[in-house]
């Protein structure tokens, strides 16, 4: 029963479909800034060295990604390799640990790991047994946090996941698990190559919870091929009676030039524009009547759980691993595409899996490209991550805290928000700039006013659209 209290601090989504069609262009989703295509191979595992040595002692976040799925959903554009032969996961095990050998010595046990997630591909591909063993290696080579407020998730695939393994999941001291649901409608999942079922599907949320998770994630997709309103609805409806802790609900990004398996989705079969945003409308209004807080972009959460509450106390963090409770740590990323984020230094390793694996054979870090912060990216970033995080900025606190006048030094940005602001999408004054109701779904292309990388000519893709 949501109280008043919580009804209070719950930020409506005004949710306007012919302002959202209008401003319906691609843009970065802002999990860093600079964004990934700024990362250049100029930057290597000397500059991370050095980063990771200067880095003052403090909390850490450790990202494992294991990129293998037993069968490819057409849908995705997530770095993975299918294939059904488990036992490549053993083999990829033994070059994490070694990856994580080669750079733990630098941080001299200093830095205590309070948050760590487990990204795919598909995590669970690896058995709970071989997900023990990477652990205890971790554990070797990291300090682990035994703090109740430590966040230690993995996203799981419901369609490969026996309820009793959630319990060893459990005991190996996973306190979220994150759920691929998608649609439940038959006609979709047959579109997209993901067949599942709903009632087993639900079922793991409460074996998460009886196992003592503390929180449980779900992700659905609107914009799928053959989604229909009631179809998508009768989804929220169902899985809305299992009150999982939060949801995300991404808009399907079709870009069939960059993922070939989105090339099996026919484009006739794709919602045209109207019933996109007819499908997200849908969405907003069922989770926001059923009490979730709106945290930013794609996320929902109940407002008493830890993403809600770190929203509300000026805690929540956005990064690689999308939005987190950790503001005040580094990031390392373990495995092949992972991406560390480390003092004012991005790192990214291989994409592909035969590089990744020969660079760790040799015995070197296997660090790709990356990128070095100027003071500009610093300033920015910190401004952008605020606006991502709790929809405003503090002007005042910006310039102080960078040495700026903030009026002068982004005299050219705040221009660029005058159509924003005749919109009713964004309000700035001499101490804040803030994401009105009407504009908290287009965070970022109110945070793209302040991207000065957008101003330079660049190949046309590689951004999802807005909405």
């Known amino acids: 029963m949501q109280t ?16 959202l069609r209008r401003y319906d262009r691609p843009g970065p989703r802002y999990t860093s800034y600079p964004t990934a295509p700024q990362f250049h191979d100029g930057f290597g595992w000397p500059q991370l060295r050095e980063a990771i040595e200067q880095a003052p002692a403090g909390p850490l976040s450790l990202y494992i990604h294991v990129p293998f799925c037993s069968s490819p959903c057409f849908y995705c554009g997530c770095n993975r390799v299918i294939t059904r032969d488990r036992s490549r996961g053993v083999a990829y095990v033994a070059r994490v640990l070694r990856e994580a050998s080669l750079i733990a010595p630098l941080l001299a046990g200093k830095r205590e790991v309070v948050q760590l997630h487990f990204g795919g591909g598909t995590p669970n591909f690896l058995s709970p047994d071989l997900i023990g063993e990477l652990l ?18 993995i996203e799981l695939d419901p369609r490969t996941l026996a309820p009793a393994e959630l319990g060893d999941l459990a005991q190996l001291g996973f306190t979220r698990a994150s759920l691929g649901i998608q649609d439940f409608d038959p006609t979709v999942q047959k579109a997209i190559n993901r067949v599942q079922n709903a009632r087993e599907t639900l079922a793991l949320i409460e074996a998460c919870r009886t196992h003592g998770m503390r929180s449980v994630n779900v992700d659905l997709v609107y914009g799928l091929p053959k989604q229909t309103l009631a179809g998508f609805g009768d989804t929220l409806d169902r899985v809305l009676e299992a009150r999982p802790n939060r949801f995300a609900i991404y808009g399907y990004a079709h870009l069939p030039s960059m993922f070939r398996a989105q090339r099996r989705i026919h484009d006739e079969d794709l919602p045209d524009a109207e019933m996109r945003l007819a499908l997200l409308g849908l969405a907003v209004e069922r989770l926001t009547a059923a009490g ?29 691993m999308g939005y987190t409770t950790h503001a005040a740590t580094d990031l390392l990323g373990l495995g092949v595409s992972a991406i560390s984020r480390v003092g004012g230094t991005y790192a990214q390793n291989p994409r592909e899996l035969p590089a990744w694996e020969a660079s760790i054979d040799q015995g070197r870090v296997p660090v790709w490209r990356g990128l070095a912060m100027s003071r500009d990216d610093v300033i920015r970033g910190d401004l952008i991550q605020s606006l991502m995080c709790q929809g405003e900025v503090d002007t005042r606190q910006i310039g102080e805290r960078h040495g700026i006048d903030f009026a002068q030094y982004f005299a050219q940005e705040l221009q660029a928000l005058d159509p924003l602001r005749a919109d009713g999408l964004v309000e700035a004054d001499a101490g804040h700039v803030r994401a009105t109701e009407r504009g908290r779904p287009l965070l970022r292309l109110i945070a793209m006013c302040f991207d000065r990388y957008l101003r330079q000519p660049r190949p046309a893709g590689g951004f999802s659209r807005a909405i």
């Open 4 to 19: 008043t209290a919580q009804a209070h601090v719950i930020p409506r989504w005004h949710f306007d479909a012919e302002l």
């Open 136 to 153: 205890r290696g971790l554990r070797h080579h990291f300090h682990f946090s035994s703090e109740p407020s430590r966040d230690f998730s």
């Open 292 to 320: 979730y807080q709106y945290i930013g972009m794609d996320h929902f959460a109940l407002p008493d759980d830890e993403l809600a509450r770190a929203q509300r106390e000026g805690g929540l963090h956005r990064n690689f």
